[in-house]
Each structure stands twice: as structure tokens, then as C-alpha cells.
């Protein structure tokens, strides 16, 4: 599928043959630490982290009690029986926790890095204004997790290239220098070959590629309107920047790495993502992108039927699709709820369902879904806190949801 080729854009209504830029040098010492700059999203999670002692106590009193839950299969065991893999969002502090590190070792294998990987943290300014390319540099935070990962048998998705948010401005301007213009077209598909480059070469040439098996190429370029979100990198290179995003990963990464197209509130975006999808081919039709990443920040009151249409829809695309950062907060959009016993049970019937759903087309062969993430193990680190959303309580309890998601309807409050 990710085969190399030739530069032909017959067929395609976004591209421009004069866009392809050339390779710029290559960074040195990619792996070595570096001075990340802290994006005001990550400031605000860390900051919301550290105030779990206000989340609602209704939470821990009304979980499901068992904090090692007693059942014989643990998560990866029945994801593997329907041949998927079990993941969470992962921060070096979960890593730190001894409970919490426990919760990860038997019941996950995948992880997904919060925000490490994001390109807030992975390019070194200094070195990009002196070499006049851009530089990728992978910190520490990102070593460490790799390593982990490594050491305790966990693949890895990676998260994420091409995104409008988490991303510095300066690499989109002249001389990396918010001050000056934008740069030309050419210049910034230049760049983001370069990048896009950088990333899997210095992956591949520190030993960690085969920890890979899912890269998230672009992150939520889509309004649930139908049309395309603005930012910087359509500014410069115009609306193709998402077909060269996937055309440039296609070319770099190792066959082994599914390139997704990640995004949220996918149960309004589905003919978008069909039309949008079908654009992401070669001069031969064959698609550039292997999946369809849905985030799946859901609620207990959202529809299961549209969710599920959506993703029967998204299925006749004949791509993979991966939930990829699922957490489900209590009550809805408009009216979430704080916890109490009656509405963790109503959760943990909506993971119940959910998973459910998802493993009958799994089984059945009518969905391409090899992982399920969620993002976060713990209600207390998760940045949706004030809702419960997880499968783990403030003090790492299970709750009726890890039931849910087990498929344990007795303790799943039903
Ligand atoms: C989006 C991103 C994630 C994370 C969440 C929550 O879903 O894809 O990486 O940042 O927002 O902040």
C-alpha cells in the first residue's frame, strides 16, 4: 500500500507539481535532550492534574469496589481474543506511579504519548534558525516513554504530525522569525518533507521504528460543517497540504506504520471523512492513508446508533479505523454531570455497549479496527476530569465502566 512512487497527480483535484520541495540536511543528535517550551494546553493539564483531591468524592464511593479487579482476563487478554490491541495516552508521571504503572503493565499494550510527540515539543528552534531547516529533536520525555514502552512489551502510536494546535507558529514563517512573513508555498512543503523526513529516519535510526504501528499523519483538519479548518498550513500551502502531508508520510514511513487521519466529534463528520478520504490516493488510486482515526470524546448521552452508523459508514471506505483517545464524561455536551453512583452505572452500560458493538463487527469482519485507545487511565490525570471519564477512579479503583468495557454486564451496572 505504501509504496514508493512517482509524482503524478492525474486524477486529483488539490496538487501542484511544482510544489515538491527538496530534502533538507539532516539533524544531528535528534535523540538528545532539548528545552521543550510548554504549550498553555499542557500548562492547563498539569495544572488540572494536580487538583484531583477536588474532584467529586461521589466517584470513589460509588465505583465498583475491587481495586485489582478480580476478573480472570485482564483488558489486553480480551482485546487480543478479537485480535486488537488495548491502549492509553501515557505521560511520564503515569510511568512514575507505582499503581498506576501496575494498572498499565496488566492491563494495556499500546500507548499513545500525550503530548511529547506533539509538535509543540519536537523541534529545536535554534538549530533550525542555524542549519535554515527545520530541525526535529526528539526530548527526553519521549526517550524515556520509548524505552518503557520497549522494556514492557507496549507498541506505540504516534501522535502527532501535522495538527493546527500544539504546533509553534515560527516554523511557518520567514527565518523562523514570528516578525517576518509567511513563507512561500514551496518553502513550507520544503519544510514539512524535511520534517515529516526527520521524524521517521531519526525513529528508525535510534531503533525505535518497530514500536510503531500507527502514526497519526494529520490531526483534526475538518469542521463538523464540512469544510476545512483554517490554519497556518493551509495558509501557506494551500488546502493539498493535507493530500502532501500524507504523500510525504507515505514516502518516509516504514510499511509497518498505518498512517491515520485522526479526528473528533466523528459522528457529525462522516461524509466529509468519506469524500475526504477518497482523495488520498496515488496516480494508481490506491490509498496513501491506511485508517481513520476517531478520538471518541463522547458522553453517556450521546447516540449509539448514530456512532455506530458512522462508523459502518466510515468501514465501506475499506480503511482501518481506531478509536483513539475514547473517554466517555457523564451526562452530555450541554449538561455534563458530576458523579454520583446512579449515573456511573448509566457509563458503565455505555462502555458496555460501545465495546460491545465495536467487537461484534470486529468478529463479524465488517470493521478493520485493530487498537482501541483511551486517553488516560485515571479519572484523577484525565483533562475531562470533572466528568469521570474514565475506566479508573481518583484513587485507581475500577469502576462500573472497566466492567463496561470488559464486557462484565453483572458488574457493569446494568
Ligand atoms: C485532542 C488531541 C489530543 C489531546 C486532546 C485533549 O483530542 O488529539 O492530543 O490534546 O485533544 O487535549
Redesign the pocket.
Known sequence: MKKKWSLLLIGLTVLSLSACGSSAPESESVFESTNVSESS?ENI?SEESNQSEEVSSAEESSQASSEEPEEELSLRELFAEHGMKIGT?LTPQMTDNFTVQNILTSQFNSITM??AM?PDYIFDKKESIASGDLVVKFGNDVIKMLDWARKNDMAVRG??LV?Y??TPAWIFYEDFDTGKGLVSRDVMLARMESYIRQVFESLENNGYSDLFYAY?VV??AWMEDGSMRENNWSKTIGDDYLWYAFYYADKYAPDSIDLYY?D?NEQFKGDTLVKFVKTLVDENGEYLIDGIGL?A?LYTQDDLDLYFKTIDKLSETGLKLQLT?LDVCLGSYQHPQIATDDNLKVQGQFYYNLVNGLLERVDAGTLKMDALTL?GVSDAAS?RREYSPLLYGITNKAKYAYYGVMQVKEKAGF
Open positions: 494546553k493539564q495516552c500525550e503530548n506533539k501522535h502527532t495538527w494546535s500544539q497519526d490531526n483534526e485522526n473528533y478520538q470524546h483517545e486517553w483533562w
